[in-house]
């Protein structure tokens, strides 16, 4: 699967929107619910450990993200799997690779989401991934267009 979105920010700027809890937590999950980061180490071997929230604040489900490669500011890569509060996975997972590139003020990222099978991706699909996902970029647009007034 892959999703390519352009934001009308600087380059750096969305880099630390995808890199960093404090920005992360403002815009990785679609209204009405929230994305709560338990832990987060941006390196290579490190993990983003949150919770999916609805609008009242309790979990509803747990994520990891065990961060493979990092490029600063131009791509990392990372799987991508639900977990319980404990952190103990629930696999598969997804592998997700994000490149960012930057013109005229303007930044591109482009994802690239590889499952284990066919199947798997067909199944988020049709649990409202494509939906879900846009209306997550779309929080990070109105966060980003915060930025830049």
Known sequence: ?????????ELA???????KQEMLDLWWAPKPYLSKTAKMDFKV????FYAMANADGVE???????YTSISPKTNFKFLS??????ENPFPPGSN???????DAGKTMVSITIYNDSLERMEK???????????ATLN????LLSNYNK
């Open 81 to 86: 799997i639900f977990a319980d509060k404990d």
């Open 96 to 102: 997700w690779d994000l490149n960012f590139s930057e």
């Open 60 to 66: 509803i489900g747990w994520h990891i993200q065990d």
């Open 1 to 9: 699967m892959c999703i390519d979105r352009a934001f009308n920010a």
């Open 45 to 48: 071997g490190g993990r983003r």
């Open 13 to 19: 700027l969305v880099w630390d929107a995808f890199t």
């Open 124 to 134: 988020m699909i049709q649990m409202g991934f494509k939906e879900g996902f846009t």
């Open 139 to 142: 929080e990070l647009e109105t």
